[in-house]
């Protein structure tokens, strides 16, 4: 079975996102090793050339979405290093009290009746179907198709969620575009100004910084004045960040990319939006202790 494959390489602690990232990849190469010795030679990527962090970021997420399973033994070693179960993709990545926390801290006071919302990122749709029941209509964006048929899977009865394919901004000009174009997933011009909130969390952990400052210009055109985000990085300056920084051989969309928080202050700014508060580092929490968390808000 392709899940039983053993997840861990030199330098990798078995049990973490990059080891995972390693199966994942070699599930990617099956049935194109010719193509993938060639690569590998000319330009000693893993599994394509470079191309990009968004367009690496959907090929690695759509691969995870269709490998993953709570029974499966990669799936569980995750869960196990970090001390929880999986039954939503996702689980795995934190206990669940620790990210309930999170979304009492920061979600669930900005959602409510009469609240627009929408997901950069949404994944497997383990924040959705926490906030989807609360609000008065729910959008969630993802690179990876294979991400957003699993949430629709995860959130199928609730009949205020949309769902929207994106290629993300990497590759977009000065500012956030929006429409119909049949050689790029643009963000539908119906999301400019429309949400009163926008969560991007556990996203832009794996992003570099120039797709960082893309991803904030984005959210400032998609809130309406006014409007908040709740957004997390990864904090070198942290604890736990740092531990993290130091066991992670390279950067990699499995991986962490560090940052601190006043790179981060600086993007905000620069973007046009302002923070209303900001975490402080705290052991008794994995995302407290390893990252940056930012209630942010567009200015009028």
């Given amino acids: 079975a392709r899940g039983d494959v053993a997840v861990g390489r030199r330098g990798q602690a078995p049990g973490t996102m990059e080891s995972a990232e390693s199966h994942l990849r070699s599930v990617a190469e099956r049935g194109q090793e010719t193509v993938v010795s060639m690569v590998r030679q000319l330009s000693g990527a893993l599994i394509y050339p470079e191309a990009g962090n968004v367009a690496t970021n959907a090929k690695l997420w759509d691969v995870y979405a269709k490998e993953w399973g709570p029974e499966k033994p990669w799936v ?18 934190a206990p669940p009290e620790h990210t309930k926390r999170v979304l009492a801290d920061w979600v669930l006071p900005c959602v409510g009746p009469g609240t627009i919302c929408c997901e950069i990122g949404s994944g497997g749709g383990r924040i959705a179907k926490e906030i989807a029941g609360r609000c008065d209509a729910l959008t969630l964006f993802d690179v ?13 009865g609730e009949s205020n969620v949309t769902y929207v394919h994106v290629d993300g901004d990497e590759d977009s000009v000065e500012e956030p575009e929006f429409g119909d174009r049949t050689t790029r997933r643009l963000y539908p011009a119906s999301a400019k100004s429309a949400f009163d909130f926008v969560i ?35 904090n070198l300056l942290s604890p736990a960040g740092f531990d993290r920084f130091k066991n992670q051989r390279r950067f990699s969309v499995g991986g962490f990319y560090f940052t601190t928080p006043d790179a981060v202050r600086k993007l905000v700014h620069e973007a046009g939006l302002t923070i209303l508060d900001e975490s402080k580092p705290d052991p008794s929490n994995t995302y407290y202790n390893r990252d940056f968390l930012l209630l942010l808000q567009k200015k009028a």
């Fill in 76 to 93: 569980r070693q995750i869960a196990e290093g970090s001390g929880s179960t999986a039954t939503v993709l996702g689980d795995e990545w």
């Fill in 144 to 156: 990876s198709k294979h991400m957003l048929d699993r949430a629709r899977k995860e959130l199928g």
């Fill in 200 to 234: 991007c969390f556990d996203v832009m952990v794996h992003m570099d910084l120039h797709t960082i400052f893309k991803c904030l210009k984005r959210i400032e055109a998609l809130l309406r004045p006014q409007g908040k985000a709740f957004i997390s990085t990864a």
